[in-house]
């Protein structure tokens, strides 16, 4: 099974829209963490955003939020007031089990952010 | 922040050769050094975790011969791409355990490699 799922291979967004980013995980682990990257044509992966298992409230950074719906097992990136610089893949990542361990990464989805 | 510096950002080698990847921690210590893999428009595959001063684990499938991993210091680990063939030209990215930021995550730029 597919430890990370995102079924979104590409989405729009007009400019200065809101827009979310499905994931869903798979675990049993009690303990593990969910991450946002973004990754520009670049190649470099750009941390956004993490949430943590025992968290208790949704991550927030800046125009970034991560809707966790724990029972759900989802973990969905919304991304406020558009701009073009956003136009990117975005990829969901998890880490089961503590700090350290390896990630397991979705098959992202491409962004693109329509004047 | 933390910072690791992966180079070449971008190399072209003939058929045959061999091409080293260095990623470097430049303010923190990396314990942990992971290797991925990425086709184009494709998702990071891991093909090696590698801890300072042992030897690189290697998920099933990647051949340890050929995608040679060395550790040897907190602060430096490369990736030697041997007798490397034109199926192997990818991007190749590492990232680095060791500090506090990104919640303890940090990525290389990245290596596009192209065998001629």
């Known amino acids: 099974a597919q430890k990370i799922t995102q079924t979104q291979p590409g989405m729009f967004v007009q400019e200065k829209e809101a827009v979310t980013l499905d994931c869903t995980y798979d675990t049993s682990d009690p303990s593990y963490g969910l991450f946002w990257y973004k990754q520009p044509s670049s190649g470099e992966m750009i941390f956004l955003i993490y949430?943590?298992?025992?968290?208790?409230q949704n991550a927030t950074e800046g125009r970034y939020s991560l809707n966790f719906q724990k029972a759900r097992k989802s973990a969905n990136l919304v991304i406020s007031a558009s701009q073009l610089g956003d136009s990117a893949m975005y990829f969901c990542a998890m880490r089961e089990g503590p700090i350290g361990n390896q990630f397991y990464f979705g098959t992202g989805t491409s962004l693109t952010v329509i004047p | 922040g933390a910072v690791v510096s992966q180079h070449p950002s971008r190399v072209i080698c003939k058929s045959g050769t061999s091409v080293k990847i260095e990623c470097r921690s430049l303010d923190f210590q990396a314990t942990t050094m992971f290797w991925y893999r990425q086709f184009p428009k494709k998702s990071l595959m891991l093909m090696a975790t590698?801890?300072?001063?042992?030897?690189?684990?290697?998920e099933q499938g990647v051949e340890k011969d050929k995608f040679l991993i060395n550790h040897a210091s907190l602060t430096l680990s490369t990736l030697t791409v041997t007798s490397a063939h034109p199926e192997d030209s990818s991007f190749y990215i590492c990232s680095a355990r060791g500090s506090l930021a990104g919640y303890g995550y940090t990525f290389g730029s990245g290596t596009r490699l192209t065998v001629v």
């Open positions: 949430q943590g298992s025992y968290d208790q």
């Open positions: 590698s801890n300072e001063g042992s030897k690189a684990t290697y």
